[in-house]
C-alpha cells in the first residue's frame, strides 16, 4: 500500500532536504504537500488526508504542537504525526514515552532511514496512533512555554491612562499587522500583544483561536452561523461583528 504524506517546514532548504531524503529512501512514500506554516499544515491536511504528517516543531503562524493539537481533536483529520525537530533529549524522551515519531535536525541519512522503517511498521499495525498524542502536546507545551502563567489581565492605554482590564472581561481579540484589538462589552482598545503570544497564556478552555487572527472567548458566543459555502462565522454577543472562522479551526464547530 502506497502512504501519503504532508511536510510542514518553515525553512525552504530544510524542507527541499527531507523531501529529496525521503523520495531516495521511501520511494513509496507520496508526498501530497510541502507548506511553510502550521495554518498552511493543517489546511493541506484537511485538504489531502494524509497517512503521515511531517510537522516542524517551529513555525510562524501555528507551531507544529499546535497543529498536533488541533488533530488530536479532529477526529476526521487525525493522522500519524512526525515531528521534526532540533530540540535535545528531554523532548526526545517525550516523542519516546508517547509513542510518536520524531526526525532530529540535521536530517542525516541513517537517523531518517530508521524513523522510516519505525513509521512503516507502525503504519502496518495502526494507520493512525493518535491515542497519546495529547499527552505529547501538553509535554511540549510545557517544554516550549516553561514558567508560562496564565494571563488574569491585560494591560492596555485608553486614551491617556493605562488600564488593566480583566481576562475575564474580554469577549474577543483580534489582531492586524501592527496591532491586537482587545474588544470588552464596555469599549475596545489596542494593544501590542500578538495574537500568538496571546494564545501562551490563555485558557484553552475558555479562549477559542479561530482564525489566524482571532481569539474568541467562547462563553460570549451568540451564535454560529453557515453561508451557502459551509463557511462559518461567529457573533458576539452585544457586538455587531460576525468573526469569520477559518477552515483550520471549523472543527470547534461542527456538531453546531
Known amino acids: 500500500m502506497n502512504h501519503t504524506a504532508v511536510i510542514a517546514e518553515d525553512e525552504p532548504i530544510l ?25 498552511a499544515a493543517l489546511e493541506a491536511i484537511d485538504e489531502h488526508r494524509p497517512q503521515l504528517a511531517f510537522l516542524d516543531i517551529q513555525m510562524p503562524e501555528m507551531t507544529g504542537v499546535e497543529v498536533a493539537k488541533s488533530l488530536a481533536a479532529n477526529r476526521d483529520l487525525r ?70 502563567e496564565q494571563l488574569k489581565w491585560i494591560k492596555a492605554s485608553v486614551g491617556t491612562q493605562m488600564r488593566l482590564i480583566s481576562v475575564d472581561d474580554v469577549l474577543f481579540f483580534q489582531a492586524d499587522e501592527k496591532y491586537t484589538l482587545v474588544a470588552t462589552k464596555d469599549f475596545d482598545t489596542l494593544i501590542r500583544t500578538p495574537i500568538k503570544e496571546l494564545l501562551e497564556g490563555l485558557d484553552g478552555n475558555k479562549f477559542w483561536q479561530i482564525h489566524r487572527s482571532t481569539i474568541v472567548n467562547a462563553t460570549a458566543i451568540d451564535v454560529v452561523t453557515r453561508d451557502f459555502r459551509g463557511q462559518a462565522s461567529v457573533k458576539i454577543k452585544g457586538r455587531p461583528e460576525n468573526l469569520v472562522v477559518s477552515r483550520p479551526f471549523s472543527h470547534l464547530f461542527k456538531q453546531m
Open 15 to 39: 524542507r527541499a532536504q527531507l523531501k529529496a531524503k525521503l523520495a531516495r529512501l521511501w520511494p513509496e512514500l507520496s508526498i501530497v504537500a510541502e507548506v511553510g506554516d502550521g495554518e
Open 79 to 148: 493522522c500519524h504525526v512526525v515531528f521534526v525537530t532540533a530540540f535535545d533529549q528531554y523532548a526526545v524522551q517525550a516523542f519516546e514515552a508517547n509513542a510518536v515519531d520524531y526526525v532530529l535536525k540535521p536530517y542525516s541519512d541513517e537517523r531518517l532511514q530508521a524513523a522510516v522503517e519505525r513509521l512503516k511498521e507502525r503504519l502496518a499495525v495502526v494507520p493512525a496512533p493518535t491515542q497519546d498524542l495529547g499527552a505529547l502536546v501538553a509535554q511540549l507545551s510545557a517544554k516550549l512555554t516553561p514558567g508560562a
